[in-house]
């Protein structure tokens, strides 16, 4: 009990987020026929007779992952279930049911949890999922959520990051690069807040970089199109740690590579005015920026004419051989590696 | 976004950890059929064609539950694991996968988390769960650990905490207080190390007692041995909060009174011995020590001869009308009210 504490050491950061998760899970057992898939993907895969269950699960830490000073209690509370939500979806499945637990230090005031939850309920309400359980305790220091969400979806709809097949198109939801640009208007406007406490926020210029911020939304709508328009995509997950990081992902579990276009990327017009604004590259933003809660899936080639002129998809690339590697070609038809810059967690500890 | 931080202030301590649940949880709505129980019990329960889904999720944090000086890794991962389990076998159903997630700040070297997930790993493979998913991110202080069960039963198998009917046996497993009496040895232990860090602990005579806190079992076997026994109890819970508080659970749900006997109250000759040299009140102890995983739970008279005799069982009293209160007998005859005076973790922060 009080032995020798002296121990080798091994640095967590230096093995980065994903590193240190295969670390921890190689050596799992299974022991269910049911246990369809565990770790390794947005979620889990339980048998059922007449469907299978995804349960999948998040972790939100104060100072890590959010800073109360410019991210109200509320948007807090929708989206920590956006987070969970967007991981069933990106295996093609509907969200059905959450747990919420919440470890928070006595200086909250029972109305700030109140707020936080307010944010809960709304998600859920417009969501159509249900609060079923949690735990709620007390923490030596700042606010954390651990929320898991349960879904469900016939074996034959589920969407793995596994299945993309060379001659597949990479297509993206939405507009990317937003969300973490939003992030960096409110530190610039907290930093000026905190030198000056009278200055107001002018943030008219950045309205949609702040709302995909603070109240992103997942993409249950695509999941309902996919079935209106008869597409199951080869491959999917949701773009939570960054595009490039993600394609990677695809590919690795595929066993493939892919070719990414640079000016296929889309990019709203306030992201491309902010980056000049804030002298970044607007590329760089799309493919590392993170929290955008879009999902990232393929298709087949025969598919296309199902997705083809549908504002809420675009095309950006496709997969290749595994031996052609993962390649981004720039606007000047260069092609470079890919590699992941992806939000990391572990590295803003 | 910068508005008036101005707001009522309300303690979360004053509420008390059961008040602040009731309170958030009040304005759930559940939108599902398949939703069969939300917020309230040991588990949420979820319908299937052929049985129903049991979710439970419990939140372990540095300094709130556990102390890193006396309580191995290993063990903690193992500890961590029951807490959940517990729950699961609490509505007589059989645990079948869990997620981890864990926040962990960067000075834990990487053997200490692989030592945490041997402890994971190893209850699993004793308990045959299925570790299927979880998150891991970094924190500004401590270690946090958040555990989500899924488990499985038959709709007609399930116990809910609402069953009791008066007349009905109140019946726990195994014995009390001990988990609670090791966490008062190991920490006058360490008060000992802290003052000599050459003392070697002294353990020999508290060995169940420091086994109880450090290495608790959930009991999985008592689910097997009701159905060997054909029981099914009327009610259950498990005893996380202490004996008292669990007992006043059962009654509020199930809207009855009971009466609790001193005398019967199980207890083992290390607790009894213990208690004498720290001089504790070995009722109170038994009464309000948690982390005792044991089971409490309800039966019809007509089912006594089923259990009776049996060493697993501890007959300890009756359920009443509800107008009867809630009431513990002593030792001298005396009607006293049961009050909860349980582990609260909120209170402890």
Not at 14 to 33: A, M, P, Q, S
Not at 135 to 145: A, N, Q, R
Request: net charge negative; with cysteine; hydrophobic share 35%.
């Amino acid at each position: 009990m009080f032995d020798n504490k002296e121990q080798s050491r091994t640095s967590i950061a230096e093995l980065g987020e994903f590193g240190l998760i295969e670390y921890l899970t190689k050596n799992i057992k299974i022991h269910h026929k049911s246990t369809v898939k565990g770790v390794g993907d947005d979620c889990a895969v339980l048998e059922n007779s007449d469907h299978q269950t995804l349960v999948t699960t998040d972790l939100l830490v104060e100072g890590v992952h959010f800073d109360m000073s410019y991210m109200p209690l509320k948007h807090l509370g929708y989206k920590a279930v956006m987070v969970n939500l967007s991981d069933v979806y990106a295996m093609n499945g509907m969200a059905k049911q959450i747990t919420v637990s919440i470890a928070v230090s006595n200086r909250f005031p029972l109305e700030a949890l109140e707020e936080l939850y307010a944010g809960i309920h709304l998600a859920c309400d417009t969501y159509q999922v249900d609060l079923i359980g949690g735990d709620t305790t007390s923490s030596t220091k700042g606010l954390l959520i651990s929320i898991t969400a349960v879904g469900e979806a016939k074996a034959e709809d589920i969407v793995y990051r596994s299945g993309a097949k060379p001659n597949d198109l990479l297509v993206v939801t939405g507009d990317l690069g937003a969300a973490y640009l939003g992030l960096q208007v409110l530190e610039r406007e907290k930093q000026v807040f905190q030198v000056n406490p009278n200055s107001q926020p002018d943030l008219e210029n950045y309205t949609y970089l702040v709302e995909r911020q603070l109240k992103p939304e997942a993409r249950k709508d695509i999941i309902k199109l996919f079935k209106d328009l008869e597409v199951k995509p080869t491959a999917m997950i949701d773009i939570s740690d960054g595009l490039s990081s993600e394609i990677l992902h695809i590919c690795k579990q595929s066993k493939t590579g892919c070719n990414l276009y640079e000016d296929k990327i889309p990019l709203d017009q306030q992201v491309i005015s902010t980056c000049e604004e804030f002298n970044l590259n607007s590329t760089t933003i799309a493919l590392s920026g993170g929290e955008e809660y879009e999902l990232l899936f393929t298709i087949a080639q025969e598919d296309y004419p199902k997705i083809k002129g549908n504002p809420n998809f675009t095309v950006i690339g496709h997969i290749t051989e595994e031996n052609e590697g993962k390649n981004l070609i720039t606007r000047a038809n260069q092609k470079i590696e890919l590699t992941a810059q992806g939000w990391n967690a572990l590295n803003k500890g």
